[in-house]
T-cell receptor, first 113, second 114 residues
C-alpha cells in the first residue's frame, strides 16, 4: 500500500523555467511533509518542508504547496537551474505518533541548459 | 566533514553468506535509521534506534538485524542474503524522533548478491 505517490518518474525542463513536481498521499493522518533531493552517489538531503497547518512554504527558489482537501502537494522550483537536476523525493509523517517517514518513489528532474 | 558515513559504498556478497553494513555519524544524534531502497522505488524503513531502544518495522524480514554498540555506530546485518536483498541501503540520523526533525542521510551502500 503506497501511501505516498509520485506519479511522474521523470520531468525535463529548460533552464530558467519553472519545475513543478507533484506528490499525492492517501493517509489523512499525515500532518507534516518534506521534500528531499538526491544526487547520484549521494544520500538524500533535506530540501524543504511544510506543516499541515499551512498551505505554502517558501525558501528561496523553492516553494512547497499543500492542498489538504486533495491530499496533494507540489514543489515549485523557479527559476530552474542545471544544478537542480536530481531525484526529488516527497515524504510524509504523522508527527504526533512519532511514526516513520513514508517516502514516495521519487521524480528524476533534468534541467537542460 | 562528512556527517553520516557508510562503509563500504559497494558490497558484493554471495547468496546465503552473512554480510554486515556499517554506518557512523559525527552529529551525536539520538536516532539512527536503516532504509532499503530498490531501483525506482521509495526508500523503505527497516528499523531505527532511538538511543538504545530498537524499533523494528512490522514488515521487516527476520533476516535483517541491527546493532548499535554506541551513539556513533550502527550496523545492519543480513544473516542470509537472497537475490531479492540486492538494493541500496541508506543510513540516516536525526536529533530526535521523527516529526519535524530533519533526517540526515549517508551516501548509501549498494549491495549486490551473487
Amino acid at each position: 500500500d503506497q501511501q505516498v505517490k509520485q506519479n511522474s518518474p521523470s520531468l525535463s525542463v529548460q533552464e530558467g523555467r519553472i519545475s513543478i513536481l507533484n506528490c499525492d498521499y492517501t493517509n489523512s493522518m499525515f500532518d507534516y511533509f518534506l521534500w528531499y533531493k538526491k544526487y547520484p552517489a549521494e544520500g538524500p538531503t533535506f530540501l524543504i518542508s511544510i506543516s499541515s497547518i499551512k498551505d505554502k512554504n517558501e525558501d528561496g527558489r523553492f516553494t512547497v504547496f499543500l492542498n489538504k482537501s486533495a491530499k496533494h502537494l507540489s514543489l515549485h522550483i523557479v527559476p530552474s537551474q542545471p544544478g537542480d537536476s536530481a531525484v526529488y523525493f516527497c515524504a510524509a509523517i504523522r508527527e504526533t505518533s512519532g511514526s516513520r517517514l513514508t517516502f514516495g518513489e521519487g521524480t528524476q528532474l533534468t534541467v537542460n541548459p | 566533514d562528512a556527517m553520516v558515513i557508510q562503509n563500504p559504498r559497494y558490497q558484493v556478497t554471495q547468496f546465503g553468506k552473512p554480510v554486515t553494513l556499517s554506518c557512523s555519524q559525527t552529529l551525536n544524534h539520538n536516532v539512527m535509521y536503516w532504509y532499503q531502497q530498490k531501483s525506482s522505488q521509495a526508500p523503505k524503513l527497516l528499523f531505527h534506534y532511538y538511543d538504545k531502544d530498537f524499533n523494528n518495522e512490522a514488515d521487516t524480514p527476520d533476516n535483517f538485524q541491527s546493532r548499535r554498540p554506541n551513539t556513533s555506530f550502527c550496523f545492519l546485518d543480513i544473516r542470509s542474503p537472497g537475490l531479492g536483498d540486492a538494493a541500496m541501503y541508506l543510513c540516516a540520523t536525526s536529533r530526535d524522533r521523527p516529526g519535524q526533525e530533519t533526517q540526515y542521510f549517508g551516501p548509501g551502500t549498494r549491495l549486490l548478491v551473487l
